[in-house]
T-cell receptor, first 113, second 113 residues
Framework: LAKTTQPISMDSYEGQEVNITCSHNNIATNDYITWYQQFPSQGPRFIIQGYKTKVTNEVASLFIPADRKSSTLSLPRVSLSDTAVYYCLVGGHGSGNTGKLIFGQGTTLQVKP | DAGVIQSPRHEVTEMGQEVTLRCKPISGHNSLFWYRQTMMRGLELLIYFNNNVPIDDSGMPEDRFSAKMPNASFSTLKIQPSEPRDSAVYFC???????????FGEGSRLTVL
């Protein structure tokens, strides 16, 4: 299972772009990279998923270098409501993958006014 | 879509009592996951099912914990007997296929006195 490492916490200000990097040195060929967001008293919520290069949706971008040993979640122009814990998960889609999705410690993002 | 439904939302019980947590996954989803979250240990995967079959229960803390999925629309997590250290928020999540986007319920907050 690919282990992930993220910064424990980050601070930002409203309107800034935030980049959170996750290391996953032993990522497997079939593994995808998925990011979740969790607010207090709620379950985690899917943000974005990717395999390689760049993926963008309406809330975030995900940058994955060619070696796929790390990934960066980019949140454009954060607001106070983006204050949350962000988790990076690594897991595969191919046959034979066990589906064991393990959450790491996550990154607590604090957005200040 | 109603999303993943968990019950009860809150439960307070005394040490030694049996606790049963319930989960209704999203219709059509065939993978179901039980997680436990505490401040000290973060989000821990307890067990997950694929097509109602338990695939990996290595995260279940001990024999006091058991989980079942009698059909595609219902799962239970039982703790018997409960202990104060079992106090946590228990999340159920479902997905369409292993390693796909997880949809989490709102969680069941358990307090064992």
């Amino acid at each position: 299972l690919a282990k992930t490492t993220q910064p424990i916490s980050m601070d930002s200000y409203e309107g800034q772009e935030v980049n959170i990097t996750c290391s996953h040195n032993n990522i497997a060929t079939n593994d995808y990279i998925t990011w979740y967001q969790q607010f207090p008293s709620q379950g985690p919520r899917f943000i974005i998923q990717g395999y390689k290069t760049k993926v963008t949706n309406e809330v975030a971008s995900l940058f994955i270098p060619a070696d796929r040993k790390s990934s960066t979640l980019s949140l454009p122009r954060v607001s106070l409501s983006d204050t949350a814990v962000y988790y990076c998960l690594v897991g595969g889609h191919g046959s034979g993958n066990t589906g064991k999705l393990i959450f790491g410690q996550g990154t607590t993002l604090q957005v200040k006014p | 879509d109603a999303g993943v439904i968990q019950s009860p939302r809150h439960e307070v019980t005394e040490m030694g009592q049996e606790v049963t947590l319930r989960c209704k996954p999203i219709s059509g989803h065939n993978s179901l996951f039980w997680y436990r979250q505490t401040m000290m240990r973060g989000l821990e995967l307890l067990i997950y099912f694929n097509n109602n079959v338990p695939i990996d229960d290595s995260g279940m803390p001990e024999d006091r914990f058991s989980a079942k999925m009698p059909n595609a629309s219902f799962s239970t997590l039982k703790i018997q007997p409960s202990e104060p250290r079992d106090s946590a928020v228990y999340f159920c999540a479902s997905s369409f296929g292993i390693q796909r986007e997880l949809f989490f319920g709102e969680g069941s907050r358990l307090t064992v006195l």
